[in-house]
Structure formats: structure tokens, C-alpha cells
């Protein structure tokens, strides 16, 4: 199955993951770059905290892949003040219609992870096939993994289908 794994991160913490994802899942890799500069340091991660509260989203730079080519496209972002972070946003608005089957993967350090599910659900209009939550603190100390490996072998599964 011809999977895309797409990613926004400021931290570094959701590439790792989404990195390791698309190793796992043979995929297809895109990061998610923002127009706008400024998400650095501790005034970057206020404003971004707040843009993704009021539920503003980014300028995308151009995307190297066109996600209708994919059978499976898996979102990946940090939550951000309890609800996804502006550069998914703006990716789900742009690319939702021709995503076949969507899965989520989201970091958080605390909480918020599935309200931001709910968020992006409601941008497709539709439910994903199958979702992840990673805490910052896991990534940070490398005990995502089984976690991430266990959700890679369910997402391998087909359509509709159990292993």
C-alpha cells in the first residue's frame, strides 16, 4: 500500500516520530514548512500556542507530494494550547479532499491530543482510520517506539480487514 507520512514539527520531537513511522511503514516522507518564520525560542512557542487556539492557520510552502497518489496518508503534528498546531490545519483544509484513508498522529506534552483529533476529524469530515498520541517525555528518552511499532503494524492491515 503506497502510504505518505505528512508532519509538522517545531521542536523536532513530531520528526522524529513521523521520520521513524514512514521507515517502519516504507513511506513516503513530507515535512510541512510554514511561510512565516517565528516559531523559535519562547516568544515563537507563545504565538504559536495562541495561533493554534484561535484556530488560525499557516502558509504553506509548496508540497512535494500530491496525496492523491497515496492509498494512506498519516497527519502528524504537536498539539498545541489543546488543539492542532496551524501548519496541519492548513494542510488538512488544502489536501483533505483527496486523501483516500487518513490516520493521525499527534505529540503533546500534557494533554489535548484528542480534543486535536476531534479538530482534524472535523476538517474531513470524516473519522481516521486509526490514531497515535506520543508524549514529548517518551520521545525524548526513545520509549515511543513500541508504541509507534505497534500502530505502523495496524496500519499495515487492510482496509476494513484484521490481520
Known amino acids: 500500500m503506497k502510504t505518505l507520512v505528512v508532519y509538522y514539527s517545531r521542536t523536532g520531537r513530531t520528526r522524529t516520530a513521523a521520520t521513524e513511522l514512514a521507515r517502519e511503514l516504507g513511506a513516503d516522507l513530507e515535512e510541512l514548512h ?4 517565528g516559531r523559535t525560542g519562547v516568544k515563537g512557542y507563545v504565538l504559536a500556542g ?4 484561535l484556530a488560525r492557520e499557516s502558509s504553506l510552502a509548496p508540497l512535494r507530494y500530491d496525496p492523491s497518489g497515496h492509498e494512506l496518508v498519516v497527519v502528524a503534528g504537536p498539539v498545541w494550547a489543546f488543539a492542532m498546531c496551524p501548519a496541519v490545519r492548513a494542510y488538512l483544509k488544502l489536501c ?13 506534552a500534557g494533554k489535548g491530543a484528542k480534543r486535536t483529533f476531534m479538530q482534524m476529524a472535523a476538517l474531513l469530515d470524516r473519522a481516521p482510520v486509526d490514531t497515535l498520541i506520543l508524549i514529548d517525555r517518551d520521545i525524548d528518552r526513545d520509549r515511543h517506539t513500541p508504541a509507534l511499532t505497534d500502530f505502523a503494524a495496524r496500519l499495515r492491515r487492510p482496509a476494513g480487514g484484521q490481520a
Open 34 to 37: 510554514e511561510m512565516r518564520g
Open 50 to 53: 495562541r495561533d493554534a487556539w
Open 96 to 108: 483533505g479532499p483527496k486523501l483516500k484513508r487518513v490516520a493521525f498522529l499527534c505529540t503533546q
